[in-house]
């Protein structure tokens, strides 16, 4: 794809993204959130454990899709969907490490929601990664982060994944 083609279709992906959360938001707020399709039920959850984003959610001069700047460390909706993308992995088992990371870090006293964040960070820096190196995502080291993460105290985890993205051992994993 050219550049304006993908520019449209990501502005395109943001609008309909942006619609839906909106949408179910307006659900939640009003107490309807039983009346959420089967398909929407998870994001429903993720929306409502994230309630501290409702002025974004609520915000309806956003819905047409072009870049935001939410005035934040994260955009609250790449948050959303990176959760829902995480979710999704732990639904379907796959990869298995993202499952298994998550029962190591319950099992370390860790709330499910605070390691779905972890593994979160751990796909971000993947996926930026691939793309400043122009490479397909690295499932390989994904998986090996989570593994490795999962061996170590919460507290640790940051600094593994920095270990891992440290300028020499990111220039040995992009070749």
């Known amino acids: 794809m050219t550049s304006e083609p993908l520019k449209a ?3 395109q992906q943001r609008k309909l993204f942006r619609q839906t ?6 659900m939640v707020k009003s ?12 994001l429903a959850l993720i929306i409502m454990d994230h309630e501290e984003y409702r002025d974004h959610f609520e915000n309806t001069d956003i819905l047409d899709g072009r870049e935001y700047e939410a005035g934040m460390i994260f ?6 969907s990176t959760h829902q993308m995480v979710e999704d992995q732990l639904s379907s088992n796959s990869p298995i490490e993202t499952v298994l990371f998550c029962e190591a870090m319950e099992d370390n006293g860790v709330s499910r929601h605070e390691a779905v964040h972890f ?7 993947v996926i930026t990664a691939s793309t400043v190196s122009r490479q ?11 593994d490795a993460c999962g061996q170590v105290e919460p507290s640790e985890v940051e600094g593994v994944i920095e270990a891992d ?11």
């Not at 955009?75 to 959303?80: K, L, M, S, W, Y």
């Open 9 to 11: 279709y990501e502005k």
């Open 21 to 26: 959360v909106h949408r179910i938001w307006k």
């Open 31 to 42: 107490g309807k959130v039983d009346e959420v399709s089967e398909k929407e039920t998870g």
């Open 75 to 80: 955009n609250p909706f790449v948050h959303i």
């Open 119 to 125: 593994i979160m960070m751990i796909l971000i820096r």
């Open 136 to 146: 397909p995502f690295d499932a390989a080291r994904y998986k090996r982060l989570l």
């Open 165 to 175: 993205f440290s300028s020499n051992n990111c220039r040995q994993n992009l070749h």
